[in-house]
């Protein structure tokens, strides 16, 4: 099983910026990656998910134009570029591992967490 840690979560002011980063513990270029976050009372939403190869991104609705999820496969490890944050964006936010290709319907592994808080 893969082990995925998150960092660069933090305290930050409406209309900053964050980015986050996901380390894997093994080769993760034959992997689809991805962010989701959970807001407090709220269930775990998706993110953002980049393929293997790093070819095709999608992103959720609301933070599509604010947000780049982006790989370094050489290195193991994904980012999430967070620009313009609102104060709606305040969540825990996890990186994952689907555990079938080509799919999210099933969660592979899941990251510790980060936090990420936005201020008004």
């Known amino acids: 099983q893969v082990q995925l840690v998150e960092s660069g979560g933090g305290l930050v002011q409406a209309g900053g910026s964050l980015r986050l980063s996901c380390a894997a513990s093994e080769y993760t270029f034959s992997y689809d990656m991805g962010w989701f976050r959970q807001a407090p009372g709220k269930e775990r939403e998706f993110v953002a998910a980049?393929?293997?190869?790093?070819?095709?991104?999608s992103y959720a609705d609301s933070v599509k134009g604010r947000f780049t999820i982006s790989r370094d496969n050489a290195k193991n490890t994904v980012y999430l570029q967070m620009n313009s944050l609102k104060p709606e964006d305040t969540a825990v936010y996890y990186c994952a591992v689907p555990k079938y290709s080509g799919t999210w319907s099933h969660i592979g592994s899941w990251g510790q967490g980060t936090q990420v808080s936005v201020s008004a």
């Open positions: 980049i393929t293997w190869g790093g070819d095709s991104t």
